[in-house]
């Protein structure tokens, strides 16, 4: 039976969660069309055995590839080679999926030929419980559009990993490959390879369920701070191969620029506007510097940015008129608005 979609699974000392994770794939007679590739990287507690468990059970479905430590991209390189279904989606084996919604998914893939689809997340706590929904309002679900017209309805919900189906004889012919050795390279899965999307579709399927509020997690603030140089890492190479690719519609252009100004805009702002101690004035100059070296173009546009949407406090220009001091607009943001948006829950 040919294999409709592989699921990757890097997987880092996560005993914990993955039995609940590998659970969630198991959809019946349907499971017959999905390739789960679990990629254990060098994990130091029993995640191997339990991923070996499942392989051993349903020979058909899991693969399980056992590698030295690498770090997140590494997983997902390896992955790609395994990979046998026409599509490859990404799940973190923290993470599960709505074992109903994902026999959905599966079912739609059969009929679909496309290069992109997303499809909807939701988030979770630890419990389980959910917190949040994402859902996509503003396209016509099912719809086969051009890449263009697509990701111009994105420009104001930009897409994450969780969302994320690509074919994947489209990425092997473009050789794609994330950054190996550091985090947060999951932003490279979700912008690199729209360059050569074509045809795409969004699905109103609730498939990924994200845990957040794992100690230890990326996204955990400490922990994210603490590895800010690896941020940097993955995001300097995005802007690198995208002023690199010369023949990008306008469509394109706009929606990956948005995409990386989004990106680039958090660093300005944890430096001026959150003030964390990982982030001082000294090594936001040295990004400042590093930012116009590499994007001219990107360093000029974010005179434009503003710190907050509906907020028209231009604090990277303001900031760039005199960089040693934090611009009074900028400090008033700070430590009047900002708390105010945060106890409201909308910073």
């Known amino acids: 039976m040919k294999k409709i979609l592989s699921i990757i699974i890097p997987t880092y000392n996560m005993e914990k969660y993955l039995r609940k994770c590998l659970s969630s794939l198991l959809i019946g007679n349907r499971q017959e069309f999905i390739d789960v590739i679990v990629v254990n990287d060098g994990s ?21 590839v056992d590698k030295s430590n690498g770090n997140y991209g590494s997983c997902v390189n390896r992955g790609l080679k395994e990979a046998r279904g026409k599509y490859v989606k990404i799940l973190d084996a923290d993470d599960s999926y709505d074992t109903a919604e994902f026999a959905k998914l599966v079912e739609r893939l059969l009929e679909l030929d496309v290069d992109l689809c997303l499809t909807d997340y ?15 309002g503003v396209m016509e679900e099912g719809t086969v559009y051009r890449a263009e017209d697509f990701l111009s309805r994105c420009l104001d919900d930009l897409i994450k990993m969780h969302e994320i189906v690509y074919r994947t004889q489209m990425l092997r012919d473009m050789n794609y490959s994330q950054t190996e050795g550091i985090a947060f390279t999951d932003t490279e899965w979700a912008l690199l390879p729209l360059e050569r999307v074509e045809k795409a579709c969004y699905l109103q399927l609730s498939v990924y369920k994200y845990l957040v ?3 230890g997690q990326t996204v955990d603030p400490k922990r994210a701070a603490s590895l800010h140089s690896q941020g940097m ?3 300097f190479r995005q802007i690198s191969v995208f002023s690199n690719m010369r023949e990008l519609s306008a469509e394109k252009k706009q929606y990956m620029t948005q995409f990386l100004l989004c990106n680039i ?12 101690k990982y982030f001082s004035n000294d090594s936001l100059r040295d990004f400042d510097k590093r930012l116009r070296d590499a994007s001219i173009e990107l360093y000029n546009l974010m005179d434009n940015v503003t710190v907050q949407p509906s907020i028209p406090i231009y604090f990277v220009r303001e900031w760039r008129k005199d960089k040693s001091v ?22």
């Open 44 to 64: 130091k507690d029993s995640s191997l055995e339990i991923a070996r468990g499942f392989e051993a059970e349903y020979p058909d479905v899991f693969n399980v």
């Open 122 to 136: 939701v988030i979770v706590n630890e419990k389980g419980e959910r917190t949040s929904s994402h859902k996509r």
């Open 213 to 215: 509020g794992r100690e």
């Open 233 to 235: 890492k993955t995001l």
């Open 265 to 276: 805009r958090y660093t300005y702002r944890t430096c001026l506007v959150t003030s964390c």
């Open 326 to 347: 934090t611009p009074l607009s900028v400090r008033f943001y700070r430590t009047v608005i900002f708390p105010l948006l945060r106890l409201m829950g909308k910073s």
